[in-house]
């Protein structure tokens, strides 16, 4: 999807290690979404923001920081990674003005 | 708090049969009503939305759904399916109280089509 993009698409953490996953958008959206996505559970909330300098926990947010300095920018913090942590990330994001949101490609990551 | 369910995990059918995959909602308050598709190892892609308006949303690849206020659902149906239509379709829905536009998503349904 133009407009959204993240970065990684794929890493390997070991157990333990940190990473920070990035999301860009360039709509001027104010809201911004994390997702985690395994099979048989779609796609779990884990931060999201309203706006620049806001961010509120999801459904599953434990295990995970998130921040919004900048509005186009969602950036999802693992500070100690962990085996359950292994999934696929999604960021989307979203603006009062649109009808639909707009999601990254995805990222990969694997916890060994 | 807004929640999404869809109420079969997997759903197969044969090649040329109707299908409706079923999703109900809980909200309080006025809602935006998506349809989202995603084919093995990709993306997510947008079917259709319900914003409002007429409550018989047409999306693309020939999909539609209903929205009923009372029920609280927005099902998604295909009249004649292909091999092609299999993927896994998520239900979502994203509140429109100000403030607090949490986009939430259902735990899927697998559609298998079997020629």
């Known amino acids: 999807n133009a407009g959204v993009t993240q970065t990684p698409k794929f890493r390997v953490l070991k157990t333990g290690q940190s990473m920070t996953l990035l999301c860009a958008q360039d709509?001027?959206?104010?809201?911004m979404y994390w997702y985690r996505q395994d099979p048989g559970m779609g796609l779990r909330l884990i931060h999201y923001s309203v706006g620049e300098g806001t961010t509120a926990k999801g459904e599953v947010p434990d295990g995970y920081n998130v921040s919004r300095l900048k509005k186009q920018n969602f950036l999802l913090g693992l500070e100690s990674a962990a085996p359950s942590q292994t999934s696929v990330y999604f960021c989307a994001s979203w603006g009062r003005m649109n009808t639909e949101a707009f999601f990254g490609q995805g990222t990969r990551l694997t916890v060994v | 708090a807004q929640s999404v369910t869809q109420l079969d995990s997997q759903v197969p059918v044969f090649e040329e049969a109707p299908v409706e995959l079923r999703c109900n909602y809980s909200s309080s308050v006025s809602v935006y009503l998506f349809w989202y598709v995603q084919y093995p190892n990709q993306g997510l892609q947008l079917l259709l939305k319900y914003l409002s308006g007429s409550t018989l949303v047409k999306g693309i690849n020939g999909f539609e759904a209903e929205f009923n206020k009372s029920q609280t659902s927005f099902h998604l149906r295909k009249p004649s399916v292909h091999i092609s239509d299999t993927a896994e379709y998520f239900c979502?829905?994203?509140?429109?109280?100000?403030?607090?536009?949490?986009?939430?998503f259902g735990k899927g349904t697998k559609l298998t089509v079997n020629p």
């Open positions: 979502a829905v994203i509140s429109t109280q100000g403030g607090s536009e949490k986009l939430v």
């Open positions: 709509m001027n959206h104010e809201y």
